[in-house]
């Protein structure tokens, strides 16, 4: 076993460190308070090579592979201030991007991913509904086979980059009847389709940069060669994607991890009172220890799923429990930097509240901690859960 990250790899986390510190999240307070998508930062990304890092080369991509995208990933999620633009380029990569990648017919991929990693196109993941979270077997939203195109009609919501997005991968339902695991398909829908609207903005108290958005699909008809994978296929394809979805989408939250150890190391040292530094405060300084903890615990998981995928391996039991203790560890982690700042920690000045507020959500989207628990339960012997979403 080596732990060693190769010389190319390390390379490319020193670049991507550089990267994101030089040229993204300068503005991330001004997005955050505005709610708005740094347009220029999803340019340098795109400019950057990020959205193209698991992506082949014939597509335009780097085809880094699996463990050295996490290793870049990282980087970039340690490296950028803008918790919401670096969310919203995981989203992009990890809920639309490898769909393509898994399960996309050649023409597909060749239609879409050049414009998903040169940034002139932003993806998205349409599966959540008003009535459907985690149960995603129930969700309502249906599809009907008319001629060479289907009609769709049903409802989305919270979806991350909704309102900016050229492409969403969308689940909808297409038998009435049978099993329920054979009764959804997964979809390509452009942006432009006629009968999708983008109904409204969702605010939210975090990732404020990520625009959040709600789809209204009503008669929408799409073109036949726009379903992904096979009809009836769709909860296959989410299962044998969300394993990267969870465990890449992970990789960022270590990074912002490592950030929050760093920032508030340097504060506890600095900081003052009763004459002592308030890290000789053995209530501060187990604090950060059980932060830096969980950051290396986290870090061995991630590394072992980037690994996994690279032999090509499955990492459903090990992606979720990288996603249960990565997202827990990063709100516990946030809540600790928020502590140690004292009233700094609260107050806009600096950007301690802020990571917080990003941290909020993180034991939610992607399935949330406990269906994570229900899987990783289902995985060890007990009585099967559901593998929700
Ligand atoms: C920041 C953010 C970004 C998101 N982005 C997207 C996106 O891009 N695309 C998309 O489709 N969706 C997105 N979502 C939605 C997300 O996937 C759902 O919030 C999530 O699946 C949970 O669904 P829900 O919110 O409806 O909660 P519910 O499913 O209603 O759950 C509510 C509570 O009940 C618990 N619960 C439910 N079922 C069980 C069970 N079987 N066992 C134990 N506890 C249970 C949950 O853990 C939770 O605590 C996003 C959400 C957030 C917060």
Same mark, same amino acid.
Request: aromatic letters at 8%.
């Given at each position: 076993?080596? +732990?060693?990250?190769?010389?190319?790899?390390?390379?490319?986390?020193?670049? /991507?460190?550089?990267?994101?510190?030089?040229? !993204?999240?300068?503005?991330?307070?001004?997005?955050?308070? #505005?709610? @708005?998508?740094?347009?220029?930062?999803?340019?340098?990304?795109?400019?950057?090579?990020?959205?193209?890092?698991?992506?082949?080369?014939?597509?335009?991509?780097?085809?880094?592979?699996?463990?050295?995208?996490?290793?870049?990933?990282?980087?970039?999620?340690?490296?950028?201030?803008?918790?919401?633009?670096?969310?919203?380029?995981?989203?992009?990569?990890?809920?639309?991007?490898?769909?393509?990648?898994?399960?996309?017919?050649?023409?597909?991929?060749?239609?879409?991913?050049?414009?998903?990693?040169?940034?002139?196109?932003?993806?998205?993941?349409?599966?959540?509904?008003?009535?459907?979270?985690?149960? $995603?077997?129930?969700?309502?939203?249906?599809?009907?086979?008319?001629?060479?195109?289907?009609?769709? #009609?049903?409802?989305?919501?919270?979806?991350?980059?909704?309102?900016?997005?050229?492409?969403?991968?969308?689940?909808?339902? =297409?038998?009435?009847?049978?099993? *329920?695991?054979?009764? !959804?398909?997964?979809?390509?829908?452009?942006?432009?389709?006629?009968?999708?609207? /983008?109904?409204?903005?969702? @605010?939210?108290?975090?990732?404020?940069? =990520?625009?959040?958005?709600?789809?209204? !699909?009503?008669?929408?008809?799409?073109?036949?060669?726009?379903?992904?994978?096979?009809?009836? *296929?769709?909860?296959?394809?989410?299962? @044998?994607?969300?394993?990267?979805?969870?465990? +890449? $989408?992970?990789?960022?939250?270590?990074?912002?991890?490592?950030?929050?150890?760093?920032?508030? /190391? *340097?504060?506890?040292?600095?900081?003052?009172? +009763?004459?002592?530094?308030?890290?000789?405060?053995?209530?501060?300084?187990?604090?950060?220890?059980?932060?830096?903890?969980?950051?290396?615990?986290?870090?061995?998981?991630?590394?072992?799923?980037?690994?996994?995928?690279?032999? %090509?391996?499955?990492?459903?039991?090990?992606?979720?429990?990288?996603?249960?203790?990565?997202?827990?560890?990063?709100?516990?982690?946030?809540?600790?930097?928020?502590?140690?700042?004292?009233?700094?920690?609260?107050?806009?000045? !600096?950007?301690?509240?802020?990571?917080?507020?990003?941290?909020?959500?993180?034991? =939610? +989207?992607?399935? =949330?901690?406990?269906?994570?628990?229900?899987?990783?339960?289902?995985?060890?012997?007990?009585?099967? %859960?559901?593998?929700? *979403?």
């Amino acid at each position: 076993m080596d +732990f060693a990250l190769t010389p190319e790899q390390r390379d490319l986390r020193e670049r /991507v460190i550089r990267f994101a510190r030089d040229e !993204l999240g300068a503005k991330a307070a001004e997005h955050d308070r #505005d709610e @708005s998508f740094d347009r220029d930062g999803w340019k340098a990304c795109a400019e950057f090579g990020v959205l193209g890092w698991p992506v082949p080369a014939e597509y335009g991509g780097s085809g880094h592979d699996p463990l050295t995208t996490i290793i870049a990933c990282e980087a970039l999620g340690y490296g950028c201030a803008d918790n919401g633009l670096a969310f919203a380029v995981d989203n992009h990569l990890w809920a639309c991007v490898i769909y393509l990648l898994r399960h996309g017919s050649p023409q597909q991929r060749a239609r879409f991913l050049p414009g998903l990693v040169d940034g002139t196109l932003i993806g998205a993941h349409a599966l959540t509904e008003p009535e459907t979270g985690s149960d $995603m077997l129930s969700l309502t939203t249906t599809a009907q086979r008319d001629g060479d195109a289907y009609v769709i #009609d049903g409802a989305k919501c919270f979806i991350s980059n909704g309102t900016v997005a050229d492409l969403y991968v969308l689940f909808a339902r =297409t038998a009435r009847s049978g099993p *329920a695991q054979q009764a !959804l398909s997964a979809f390509l829908l452009p942006r432009d389709t006629p009968g999708l609207e /983008v109904r409204r903005a969702i @605010s939210k108290a975090g990732l404020r940069g =990520t625009p959040m958005g709600e789809l209204r !699909l009503t008669g929408c008809r799409l073109p036949a060669e726009n379903l992904l994978g096979a009809e009836g *296929a769709g909860y296959r394809v989410f299962t @044998s994607v969300i394993e990267w979805e969870r465990g +890449f $989408m992970a990789a960022g939250q270590v990074g912002r991890l490592q950030r929050l150890l760093e920032t508030s /190391v *340097a504060y506890a040292n600095d900081r003052t009172q +009763f004459g002592v530094p308030i890290g000789a405060f053995q209530a501060v300084s187990h604090r950060l220890a059980d932060l830096r903890v969980n950051l290396e615990l986290a870090r061995l998981m991630l590394y072992k799923v980037g690994w996994l995928k690279r032999e %090509g391996r499955i990492a459903l039991l090990e992606a979720s429990i990288l996603k249960l203790f990565a997202g827990e560890s990063l709100l516990e982690g946030a809540l600790a930097a928020m502590r140690v700042h004292g009233a700094r920690g609260y107050v806009a000045d !600096l950007p301690i509240e802020r990571e917080v507020r990003d941290a909020l959500a993180a034991p =939610t +989207f992607g399935g =949330t901690s406990d269906i994570q628990r229900t899987i990783i339960a289902g995985l060890t012997g007990l009585p099967e %859960g559901s593998h929700g *979403a």
